[in-house]
């Protein structure tokens, strides 16, 4: 098993920066790639961002494309989500997943997810 604790959510206004972490733990060495998705109330689960954990190579949702970056440090197991200029649409309950494949997109293809953080973004 594979535990995922999200930290980094909260309020912030229109324009604003946040910075989320994900920090992994248990049979870590069975991740091969992990994701941020976000839902906010009434809609589905989207995608937002995943990394290949060994090369580091990234894809982002056409909505979130050069305003968030998602890093990670393999030696603290821990997967970043860098946001900028956020926006009201952006206001979400963000979570992490992690997949024992390589990068990923849909919510089908991870297999451990975090219980989430909200960010919220106002206007």
């Known amino acids: 098993q594979v535990q995922l604790v999200e930290s980094g959510g909260g309020l912030v206004q229109a324009g604003g920066s946040l910075r989320l972490s994900c920090v992994a733990s248990?049979?870590?060495?069975?991740?091969?790639?992990m994701g941020w998705f976000r839902q906010a109330p009434g809609k589905e689960r989207e995608f937002v961002a995943a990394?290949?954990?060994?090369?580091?190579?990234?894809y982002y949702a056409d909505s979130v494309k050069g305003r968030f970056t998602i890093s990670r440090d393999n030696a603290k197991n821990t997967v970043y989500l860098q946001m900028n200029s956020l926006n009201a649409v952006d206001t979400a309950n963000y979570y992490c997943?992690?997949?024992?494949?390589?990068?990923?997109?849909?919510?089908?293809?991870?297999?451990?997810w975090g219980q989430g953080t909200q960010v919220t973004v106002s206007s």
């Open positions: 997943a992690a997949a024992d494949s390589g990068l990923r997109f849909s919510t089908w293809q991870y297999n451990y």
């Open positions: 248990g049979r870590t060495f069975s991740i091969h790639g």
């Open positions: 990394i290949n954990w060994s090369g580091g190579s990234t």
